[in-house]
Antibody, heavy 121, light 112 residues
Framework: EVQLVQSGGVVVQPGGSLRLSCAAS????????MYWVRQAPGKGLEWVSL????????YYADSVKGRFTISRDSSKNSLYLQMSSLRAEDTALYYC??????????????WGQGTLVTVSS | DIVMTQTPLSSPVTLGQPASISCRSS???????????LSWLQQRPGQPPRLLVE???NRFSGVPDRFSGSGAGTDFTLKISRVEAEDVGVYYC?????????FGQGTKLEIK
């Protein structure tokens, strides 16, 4: 069974840093593109970042470029999002999602339960 | 960036009746490889999104056949043939033809 289990919610001060994790089971993370998507409270979905299947290419929304870094650890079958210089507008529920096999994110089929990130002083 | 525009934003539907959601992209979603990477996702209250349809009309595993997708180029539609109570939620279209990936604003499906 495919599962994506995300780390727990956290409150961080503006300007602070945080790393989100997403542990995959039921499939090999390296074989798939992987997404980070966020949802601000009461709002719609916003794409944040993607790493392609072999990890050679990463992509970011302009709103997070230079501040967030997507990565994965094959030995732990886990996906990460390193977030720095956090702003109030980064407050959202962050989802990891699996992309397509051997691809670059043609769709997002399985989703984690989400991690609530609150940026507040 | 490709802008995805959904209509309607809210859709009250009677149980057992059909429902239809439209999604229009600001430019063609046909990729250079010939595929059109348009997906539909459902988000039930308090739940993460769930993939319903990918590449316009391919239903994902386990999705009931009352859900169907159609369209081409810049105009796409998700249809529910007979709405059931479990279909309540917000529906999003998403394009994966270009970066940045973009979503529609969401359409809230509710029961009359």
């Amino acid at each position: 069974e495919v599962q994506l289990v995300q780390s727990g919610g956290v409150v961080v001060q503006p300007g602070g840093s945080l790393r989100l994790s997403c542990a995959a089971s039921g499939f090999t993370l390296d074989d798939y593109a992987m997404y980070w998507v966020r949802q601000a409270p009461g709002k719609g979905l916003e794409w944040v970042s993607l790493i392609n299947w072999h990890g050679g290419s990463t992509y970011y929304a302009d709103s997070v470029k230079g501040r967030f870094t997507i990565s994965r650890d094959s030995s732990k079958n886990s996906l990460y999002l390193q977030m720095s210089s956090l702003r109030a507008e980064d407050t959202a529920l962050y989802y990891c999602a699996r992309g397509d096999y051997g691809g670059w994110g043609a769709h997002a089929d399985y989703w984690g339960q989400g991690t609530l990130v609150t940026v507040s002083s | 960036d490709i802008v995805m525009t959904q209509t309607p934003l809210s859709s009250p539907v009677t149980l057992g009746q059909p429902a239809s959601i439209s999604c229009r992209s600001s430019q063609s979603l046909v990729h250079s490889d010939g595929n059109t990477y348009l997906s539909w996702l459902q988000q039930r209250p308090g739940q993460p999104p769930r993939l319903l349809v990918e590449r316009i009309s391919n239903r994902f595993s386990g999705v009931p056949d009352r859900f169907s997708g159609s369209g081409a180029g810049t105009d796409f539609t998700l249809k529910i043939s007979r709405v059931e109570a479990e279909d309540v939620g917000v529906y999003y279209c998403m394009q994966a033809t270009q970066f940045p990936r973009t979503f529609g604003q969401g359409t809230k499906l509710e029961i009359k």
